[in-house]
């Protein structure tokens, strides 16, 4: 997500480019696409095993970290990029301009990933996404990167955080009354942020009375962004590299003690994006960082080992991107068998291949872990020829 340029675009990569990244950032970023990856397509969903599962409901598991770390990079990525083009001497405003364009383009690739291949129907057409919560993040994220200081980013992260509370806690839902004391506190369908999804954008829902990248729950997700930007400015500094990566293992411990803390009065709660769901998330991000960074760019380990996370973290969008539509894809094929019964060709494949290799949980871990080793060959391919997907 760092990339500066200003419209999707297929590029080689210029001499020396490589020299100007944060290969941690880089590190992250692909452990994060290829975890993404890995629990977005298992072989078969209900017998994966549990950290490859979604939290019902409240609570977290390993898989509730990939999403909202990835909208953590985007904002450590942005102080990078956007301040470098500032002190190169590049208005602010046509860097906006910039911002907006690429925003834009990413939200409408998150369409065109919601619909494929044959859900583009104007009724039910999903709106919301993985990659349009990112583009509204970016753009935001990106008026602070550039004309914001550093205290007025972590009093806006904090007001979002506060402000998402009190909303959620003691605004009342209309027609069902006061979360906590007419309603249970986040009840999955009536709170504020799925009766406003659903008087906004009815029958384009994800799950049907809710949506999990809902536009209210945007809101701490900008936090999230934010405070990847504050770590990116924290990286950029001119401190020693030994007290960057301790002081962002130490603030991650806190943000995670605190989102626990929090999880008292405002549960941990993914779809709706909770502000302690925040705090536990940006602190683990912080300190997964900082282990990145130690490795990589204070104890200069840049072996074989960090290869294959770097190929996807260098092409990130283009991985998510080929990871949703080929999944898409083979579940809208299909092949009928015996007794007229219908499957898809995600079904044939994983009965006739892996089903065999082992228990239903063992199964469904290999289908995932060869899907990922799949994509990870096309990005190895183009990663080979200097290819990169911009946006």
Request: proline share 5%.
């Amino acid at each position: 997500m760092a990339t500066t340029t200003s419209s999707v675009d297929v590029t080689k990569s210029r001499p020396g480019a490589s020299a100007q990244r944060l290969m941690s950032l880089d590190l992250f970023r692909g452990a994060t696409i290829a975890g993404m990856i890995l629990v977005n397509d298992p072989g078969d969903g209900p017998s994966a095993y549990w950290p490859l599962q979604h939290a019902r409901w409240n609570g977290w598991t390993p898989t509730d970290l990939v999403f909202p770390f990835f909208v953590f990079i985007v904002g450590v990525a942005l102080a990078f990029s956007l301040r470098a083009r500032v002190e190169r001497g590049d208005s602010r405003s046509r860097l906006m301009r910039h911002v907006l364009w690429r925003g834009l383009v990413l939200f409408a690739l998150g369409m065109l990933v919601n619909g494929f291949p044959d859900r583009y129907h104007l009724a039910t057409w999903r709106i919301y996404g993985v990659l349009q919560r990112i583009a509204i993040c970016y753009v935001i994220t990106s008026i602070f990167a550039l004309w914001a200081g550093r205290k007025t980013k972590i009093a806006t992260a904090a007001a979002c955080l506060l402000g998402y509370w009190v909303i959620m806690r003691h605004v009342s839902v209309p027609g069902f009354g006061v979360p906590g004391r007419d309603i249970p506190l986040l009840d999955p369908d009536r709170n504020l942020v799925a009766w406003l999804d659903r008087k906004l954008l009815p029958g384009h829902l994800y799950e049907g009375t809710r949506d999990p990248e809902g536009l209210l729950s945007t809101i701490p997700a900008v936090a999230s962004c934010l405070i990847g930007l504050i770590t990116g400015d924290w990286l950029r500094s001119d401190r020693k590299r030994e007290t960057k990566a301790a002081a962002m293992a130490a603030i991650g411990i806190a943000f995670f003690l605190a989102g626990e803390f929090f999880n008292v009065w405002f549960p941990i709660n993914k779809k709706l994006w909770t502000s302690s769901f925040v705090l536990l998330t940006s602190g683990l991000a912080l300190v997964c960082l900082a282990l990145c960074y130690w490795a990589l760019d204070v104890r200069q380990w840049r072996g074989r080992w960090a290869k294959p996370f770097l190929v996807f973290g260098k092409n990130a969008i283009a991985a998510y991107i080929l990871s949703e539509l080929l999944a898409a894809g083979l579940d809208s094929l299909h092949v009928h068998g015996p007794d007229g019964v219908v499957f898809t060709w995600h079904e044939v494949i994983y009965r006739n291949l892996f089903a065999p290799l082992g228990n239903p949980a063992n199964a469904s871990l290999i289908f995932s872990l060869a899907y990922v080793f799949l994509c990870w060959i096309v990005m190895w391919w183009l990663d080979r020829r200097g290819i990169y997907l911009k946006v």
